[in-house]
């Protein structure tokens, strides 16, 4: 239970999400809301991320929250710190998003 994706945008650090060893890639983390939202960050939490936090990210967009998924930005060998349980975060800036309904990291 501990580590099931439903965690991994709960608010909680003790209960994360955490995939399958030697997982294939692509991986999506799709987010979608009710109604349009507008952003300019993504933040990624990770512990033990020198090893296994993410460090290849592309960030898309939709309009709907469905389709039609257009990259906004993409960030390449982010640079973890640590290899313990610090709780490490990485600030993704991105250009200015509005009226979006879904925001999807591709790993």
Known sequence: ?????????????DYVHQSAEYPAFPQYLTYTWDAP?????????SDYAKRQGPTNIVIEVSKNGSTS???????????????????????????????????????
């Open 1 to 13: 239970d501990i580590w099931k994706v439903e965690n991994i945008n709960d608010g909680r650090y």
């Open 37 to 45: 939202v507008s952003f300019d960050t993504v933040i990624l939490y």
């Open 69 to 107: 998924w257009i990259q906004v930005a993409s960030f390449s060998t982010i640079d973890w710190k640590y290899n313990d349980d610090t709780l490490e975060r990485y600030m993704m800036k991105v250009p200015l998003q509005r009226n979006k309904q879904g925001l999807r990291v591709v790993i």
